[in-house]
């Protein structure tokens, strides 16, 4: 019996531990969503659909038409450090998507209802699966905790309910779910309403029109540039020095993730500087394609600061490249002022 209480003990103190493994992931409803989202990326989906409810915190719900999960993955799919985006071991240094580590979905059914409901192309049927702290949990007590057969088109949706429902100092540490939503919609770079989706064939101009509006997409200039010695490609749309803002807006992606990154922001920035009035801010839209090899994602648990190899000698070729463009406009307004 002493064994058993102690064993006891222990079980209860790793529900602790997962618990608080889990926190340092999922720090806000937003945190578990832009997993979530890049699971959806991850398994190849070209259209995501976003449903939010009181911040996140009620529900995060995010349906792709991505390849689906197996049903065979499902018992373990929520056990820490299961992935199926690590194969080999040389993988971890070439790794193209950011998540190779298994542990979003694990840490998330420790700290909320999550219920799966999954379809590949080779099963004529969905499946759906419910979690509890890692493991497969029956729909409501006393059924079986079995995956069900389920109607459903290709593709994952993921329901996350209760967000931190057992992490009650955490939840009281959110005080408004309106605050958690705008971090959501801040995230999504635009858009209202509870549901957002994404069209899969949308070109960035087109998205940044749709999202901030034509008064910025009309003034953007497109810039590329890239260097086989420090292995990147930099493209991207630049507001003119005709059009300014409050606040900098930076849309920046690495490998198609969206990112952040505090240095390329203040380069950006000092690019600007001369060719705006003092309170004038730039929007700049970057894509950046790095030798995957160079990146390193995991500087942060939640995965938005990003470092790279010769960050410095990337962001000059970025920064001097726009500030050929600005200049290039700058003096054809001149020049057509003068004539
Ligand atoms: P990671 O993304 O780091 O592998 P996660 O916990 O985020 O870890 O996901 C665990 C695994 O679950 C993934 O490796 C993937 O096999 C599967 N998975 C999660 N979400 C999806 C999805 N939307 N579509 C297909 N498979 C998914
Ligand atoms: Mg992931």
Same mark, same amino acid.
């Given at each position: 019996?002493?064994?058993?209480? /102690? ?5 209860? &103190?790793?529900?602790? *531990? ?5 926190? +340092?992931? =999922? %720090?806000?409803?937003?945190? #578990? ?13 070209? /259209?995501?659909? *976003? ?17 689906? =999960? ?19 071991? +040389? ?25 799966? !409901? ?7 049927? #969905?499946? &759906? ?23 459903? &088109? ?5 329901? %996350? ?5 057992? *992490?009650?100092?955490?939840? @009281? ?23 957002? /989706?994404?069209? #899969? $064939?949308?070109?960035?101009?087109? @998205?940044?029109? $749709? ?17 086989? @010695?420090?292995?990147?490609? #930099? ?21 198609? &993730? ?36 160079? *990146?390193?994602?995991? %500087? ?10 010769? +960050?410095? +000698?990337?962001?000059?070729? %970025?920064?001097? !490249? =726009? @500030? ?7 003096? /054809? ?7």
């Amino acid at each position: 019996r002493r064994i058993q209480a /102690s064993l006891f003990t222990l079980a209860s &103190r790793m529900d602790v *531990v997962n618990k608080i493994a889990a926190g +340092e992931i =999922i %720090v806000a409803p937003v945190h #578990a969503l832009k997993e979530l989202i890049e699971n959806a990326v991850d398994a190849g989906a070209t /259209s995501l659909e *976003v449903l939010i409810k009181d911040g996140g915190l009620k529900l995060l719900q995010i349906t792709d038409n991505g390849h689906g =999960i197996d049903k065979g993955d499902l018992p373990i799919l929520c056990e820490r450090f299961t992935t199926s985006k690590l194969k080999k071991f +040389e993988d971890l240094s070439s790794i193209c998507t950011y998540g190779f580590r298994g542990e979003a979905l694990a840490s998330i059914s420790h700290i909320a209802h999550l219920t799966v !409901t999954t379809k590949t192309k080779d099963s004529s049927h #969905a499946w &759906r699966a419910h979690y509890d702290s890692g493991k497969l949990s029956p729909a409501k007590p006393g059924q079986s905790a079995d995956p069900k057969p389920i109607a459903g &088109r290709g593709g994952t949706q993921i329901s %996350v309910e209760d967000l931190f429902y057992n *992490v009650p100092t955490r939840r @009281r540490a959110f005080r408004s779910t309106s605050d958690e939503y705008n971090k959501i919609i801040d995230m999504k770079h635009g858009d209202s309403g509870t549901s957002i /989706s994404v069209q #899969a $064939q949308a070109s960035a101009i087109g @998205r940044i029109r $749709q999202i901030h509006g034509g008064n910025v997409a009309n003034e953007l200039i497109q810039f590329s540039t890239s260097d086989d @010695r420090w292995g990147f490609k #930099a493209v991207g749309w630049a507001t003119n020095a005709n059009y300014h803002i409050k606040k900098t807006t930076l849309l920046l992606f690495i490998n198609n &993730r969206s990112v952040e990154s505090s240095n390329i922001k203040k380069a950006v920035e000092q690019t600007y500087s001369t060719f705006l009035p003092k309170s004038g801010h730039p929007f700049v839209y970057l894509s950046l394609e790095i030798d995957p090899q160079r *990146v390193d994602v995991n %500087v942060h648990p939640t995965k938005r600061e990003v470092n790279f190899l010769n +960050e410095d +000698e990337i962001i000059q070729c %970025v920064c001097e !490249t =726009i @500030r050929g463009k600005l200049a290039a406009v700058d003096t /054809s307004r001149t020049f057509m002022t003068q004539t």
